[in-house]
């Protein structure tokens, strides 16, 4: 990595800090160059203070300090974790929220307890349906329908993927413990799922006998989703498949007769990546992508297509598209029911191709 | 009742007409003074070429005729229904929405088809956990995080409900068909609830395996519940216990050694309304009304309390208050969760009290 690549700052309060995707190299993503998304102050939490607690639908409420977490067995996932706004800034109608551009994503290794080792020592009844994780972080919600008070940022995943053995309890990234703007000590990653399910600084675990209606999965991190005519409110859950092009940027200058290299990243939220395809003239032809990473459930694949650049010259669009193990095929037109998320179709990279 | 009695004017599109509460005289409300709360244009249904269809977890999907459902058992029910944001105008804080004085609220005998018969017919499945009615009024939301293209009027209740026999199709409001306005050929009646359920054009019934997540249910027609901490987006659904003064009105001048009457009407969501208590000095000391009209479920109960005007003269702020069966006692304070809607406490009515 140069020495000279820097998140790019898209809020001072709360922090949001962009990765410049364009700085790709390599499948795990350093610390220093992952993005980061906040909803308030980051929380200052000493490890020794610091407890979480499992509630609700379970036998027996139950309270973890740091050093009971890591004397539990340790596990570790690669994954992806994407903002449910990544690439908000290349739509072509503007949508309200954080304006970033497409590196609102990175891949680490995360390590720690299994969410359902805790759920299981706190005996979790039949009763719950749906498992709320409720971050340290709190405070005023900017939004004229927001409940009064302060509002913590929680987060539901359901009962049946919680219990998966997926979801962890992370307090290492990358073998190193988290930093604060990063949950230190404890956040959760839910492999697969946009990164609003990846609470920071956890500080409890509630088994509810409904399907949660917090804030942050109804009027924030939500989309209209039609059934049979009829449009229904949804927690934005799991990742579709996307790919996203690293390099070349846009406005790049190449010459016809230029072999150039086309890269980027793939993932998908269930299943795995099994094909990119890359086209160079704005959809009409695709052609397939080298995968230059393994497959590995969770993360995302890099890949490549070389490009012996031809005519016509003048701006010419570049575009990329993923398939994975469902059968499920990025698209290449945005579905405005997303509103402000998930943003996953084939994001246009425009270049400027000169004659030899 | 007075002739020159006449509904208020809220809105023309949508239709919302407000009945003059101080008008109040008996425990039914005629048809032509019911208060109207509609979303989008009326539409225009002819009664021979309506369909009613019952889809989603059935055993059979099937669709009914309006000569169908007349020739079903017919039953009746006297319930109230009110508008979830009745008493809007009132709040010291402004809220928006259609600015109700405390007349969006209603009391009439409404006969039709049970739903449990209906779904009974289509052979609801043990999947079907929330009911929805879609009405045949749709359109554009005027609201950034809408979904797109029309949006239907259409809200649910929860299987139980739906089953219990209180919910009732309706094609007649006190012995006539609904008129177009009050939801012709066929509209919900769902006793006990806020008048958000009672979807008007009724044209398709859906047994879903889920808490059906509509914009009229989400974006709208909800608010902030908050369990153990953590707030939580709730629809609007019963009614809580309360009571309203329809006489006198606000600025009223009565004098010292009058005897006026002080009456209203007062309901609950569930159980039965078992005592109103009335306040002549802001709360200080209450005094038990006289219930002017028997305990029939689902329906209002008139009051009436006798005042022999004291002094202190000048501006006096009369109060009432409801209880009911479950043992709950209307607030006299706002719940501000509740944003715009479920305006449920005690509304003071300030007179003048002038000398002998």
């Known amino acids: ?21 364009h700085a790709l190299d390599g499948p795990i993503t350093p610390n220093e160059l992952f993005f980061v998304r906040s909803h308030y102050d980051t929380p200052m939490i000493k490890a020794a203070s610091w407890r979480l ?21 340790k596990v570790s996932v690669e994954s992806v974790l994407e903002c449910a706004g990544n ?16 590196g609102a994503v990175g891949n680490a290794i995360w390590s720690g307890v299994s969410v359902r080792t805790l759920l299981e020592l706190a005996g ?17 919600v900017k939004n004229p329908a ?11 995943i359901p009962r049946d993927l919680a219990l998966s053995g997926w979801p962890i ?28 399910a990846s609470v920071k600084w956890v500080i409890r675990i509630v088994a509810l006998d409904h399907a949660f209606g917090g804030y942050y ?55 795995e990546v099994t094909a990119v395809e890359v086209s160079v003239d704005d959809g009409l032809n695709w ?23 031809k005519g016509p010259c003048g701006v010419r669009t570049i575009l990329s598209r993923a398939r994975d193990s469902h059968g499920r095929v990025q698209a290449t037109e945005r579905d405005w029911n997303y509103g402000s998320y998930v943003i996953d179709h084939s994001i246009p990279v425009e270049i400027n191709v000169t004659e030899t």
Request: proline share 8%; charged share 20%; hydrophobic share 40%.
């Open 146 to 156: 927001a409940p009064c008070g302060d509002v913590a940022y929680a987060r539901s």
């Open 169 to 196: 309890l992370v307090y290492e990234m990358n073998g190193e413990p988290l930093s604060p703007a990063h949950g230190f000590p404890v956040r959760l990653i839910v492999p697969g799922w946009y990164g609003a």
């Open 287 to 309: 052609g397939k992508a080298e995968m230059s990473s393994p497959s590995v459930a969770g993360s995302w694949r890099l890949w490549s297509f070389e490009w012996l650049v």
């Open 1 to 21: 990595m140069n020495d000279k690549i820097e998140l790019i700052r898209r809020s001072v309060a709360p922090e949001a800090l962009e990765f410049p995707l």
């Open 217 to 271: 999965q109804t009027s924030d991190y939500s989309y209209w989703q039609v059934n049979d005519g009829l449009p229904e409110l949804r927690p934005i859950g799991a990742m579709p498949v996307k790919s996203l092009i690293a390099r070349p940027t846009r406005g790049t200058y190449v010459q016809a007769g230029e072999r150039i290299e086309i890269c980027g990243a793939a993932w998908t939220g269930t299943g």
């Open 124 to 140: 979790v009844t039949d009763r719950a349906v749906d498992v709320v994780f409720e971050g340290a972080d709190r405070g005023k």
């Open 87 to 102: 690439g908000r800034a290349a739509l072509e109608t503007p949508v309200p929220g954080l304006q970033w551009d497409c």
């Open 53 to 73: 607690k499992v509630d609700g639908c379970v036998d027996q409420p139950i309270q973890f300090s740091l050093d009971d977490l890591m004397s539990m067995p």
